[in-house]
């Protein structure tokens, strides 16, 4: 259900922007019957405009419970962070502030140890961006205490011991393999 759920604020959050709250209420309107449809769990979209924020919402938290969405309702984004940690790249290159082809390493704390490939090429953040860091898809000790909140208890040290000891499947930059672990070290 959160795709989605995901999927309709997506779609219905554009066309927002030049609608007025008449408008508003027809976009409610069809939220509910998306979650009445069970299309969607439910879903809150939030719009500033002129200085005014205005929210819409429908549906409940999760199917079958019985506490509503409302405009103070807290979502977990989830993946949605890795395309919102991009855009932040993106907008850090246009600002010259980093350069794609920088060694992740150069951009970390100090005493962060990131792997070599034998082959000497470094990972960047472009090779993070695109999940072209050969880093493995989780961090090796990654074992969540609570699958509703998998990532409550990964402190940043383990994420900084886990990348110093994490082994690469490929060169960086030539294998494309999904992986939370680059997109965590990205971010």
Same mark, same amino acid.
């Given at each position: ?7 309709? *604020? @997506? ?9 007025? /709250? !008449?408008?508003d209420g027809a976009v409610h309107a069809t939220f509910e019957r998306w979650a009445r449809e069970?299309?969607?769990?439910g879903v809150a979209v939030g719009r500033l405009r002129d200085g005014a924020t205005t929210v ?7 199917? #079958?419970?019985?506490? /509503? ?17 991009? $855009?932040?790249?993106?907008?850090? @290159?246009?600002?010259?502030? !980093?350069?794609?082809?920088?060694? @992740? ?8 140890? @990131?792997?070599?490939? /034998? ?5 960047? *953040?472009?090779? *993070?961006? $695109? ?18 909140? /998998? ?19 490929? !060169?960086? +930059?030539?294998?494309? #393999?999904?992986?939370?672990? +680059?997109?965590?070290?990205? +971010?």
């Amino acid at each position: 259900m959160r795709r989605s759920s995901l999927i309709a *604020l @997506v779609v219905a959050a554009a066309p927002l922007t030049a609608q007025d /709250p !008449v408008a508003d209420g027809a976009v409610h309107a069809t939220f509910e019957r998306w979650a009445r449809e069970s299309r969607i769990a439910g879903v809150a979209v939030g719009r500033l405009r002129d200085g005014a924020t205005t929210v819409i919402t429908a549906g409940m938290i999760r199917v #079958g419970a019985p506490a /509503p969405i409302t405009d103070s309702t807290t979502f977990e984004i989830g993946s949605i962070t890795k395309a919102l940690t991009g $855009t932040l790249l993106a907008d850090m @290159v246009l600002r010259r502030e !980093v350069h794609l082809s920088d060694p @992740v390493q150069l951009h970390l704390p100090e005493g962060w140890i @990131v792997p070599a490939h /034998p082959s000497g090429r470094a990972i960047t *953040l472009l090779d *993070l961006a $695109t999940h072209t860091s050969g880093l493995p898809p989780m961090p090796a000790d990654f074992a969540p205490s609570n699958a509703a909140d /998998p990532y409550a208890d990964y402190t940043d040290a383990k994420l900084r011991a886990s990348l110093a000891s994490a082994s690469l499947s490929s !060169v960086p +930059g030539t294998a494309y #393999g999904y992986s939370n672990f +680059g997109a965590a070290i990205l +971010g």
